[in-house]
């Protein structure tokens, strides 16, 4: 299944579009392999969030698909919480379950 993925901290790589990138933003390059990492890569999955609260702004539902939109608060180990802005698009596999498709999260403008 193809994906468009817009990781909220990445510049080098700012949009991914396979698994292997998608796993490289989430677990690190180290951990992706040389062949898959790219290399700005911290594993954004695996550093220690002691909370993460979804504020789902709403969701539109279609036969095979849905589309969810809000923002997501990360804390960190500090207390500091990091609000992220989301857009989600799933979409029903072959297996049934519903599957992130598009996932686009960026961090919220600031004049």
Do not use: C
């Amino acid at each position: 299944m193809e994906v468009l993925f817009k990781p909220t901290k990445a510049s080098e790589v700012p949009i991914r579009h396979d698994y292997d990138q998608a796993v490289s933003y989430f677990v690190g390059a180290a951990a992706a392999g040389d062949d898959i990492g790219i290399k700005e890569d911290k594993g954004f999955a695996i550093n220690p969030w002691t909370a993460v609260r979804f504020e789902n702004s709403k969701t539109i539902l279609n036969a095979d698909s849905a589309t969810a939109m809000g923002e997501y608060y990360f804390t960190t180990l500090e207390g500091t919480v990091a609000k992220v802005e989301y857009t989600f698009q799933y979409k029903r596999g072959a297996d049934g379950n519903l599957k992130i498709v598009v996932h686009h999260s960026s961090l919220p403008y600031s004049p």
